[in-house]
C-alpha cells in the first residue's frame, strides 16, 4: 500500500492519495495537504468543511456528498466550490483526512 508524509509522519494512502487510516490524521497534516491541492490557507470557513467532513465520515463510514455537505454543514453549494474549487467532496475529504466519499466519481 502506498504511503505520503506529512508533518513528518508517513501514513497509508489509497491510489489517489486518500488516508486510509483516517485516525492518524492531524491538522497540521490538513495544511500540509490543502498546500498540495493548491489552496494556499485553511480559513475558519474551511476548518468548518473539514471538520463536518470528519464527523459525518465517523457518523456514517463514509463523507458527504457536496449536495448533503451544502444543505447540512453550515456552507452553501457556490461557497464550497469557492474554498475547494477542483470539487468541494473529494478535495475537502482529502484534506480532512477521510477516504474518497462514495458518490464522488
Excluded: N
Excluded at 30 to 41: F, N, P, V
Amino acid at each position: 500500500m502506498p504511503t505520503a508524509t506529512y508533518d513528518g509522519t508517513p501514513v497509508p494512502v489509497d491510489e489517489e492519495g486518500f488516508f486510509t487510516e483516517p485516525d492518524r490524521w492531524t491538522e497540521p497534516m490538513a495544511e500540509q495537504i490543502a498546500k498540495e491541492l493548491d489552496i494556499d490557507t485553511l480559513t475558519d470557513r474551511h476548518w468548518i468543511v473539514i471538520h463536518f467532513m470528519r464527523d459525518q465520515y465517523a457518523a456514517k463510514g463514509t463523507g458527504p456528498t457536496v449536495r448533503v455537505l451544502g444543505k447540512t454543514s453550515g456552507v452553501g453549494v457556490k461557497e464550497l466550490y469557492q474554498l475547494f474549487p477542483k470539487g468541494p467532496a473529494k478535495t475537502a475529504a482529502k484534506i480532512a483526512g477521510i477516504p474518497k466519499p462514495r458518490g464522488c466519481i
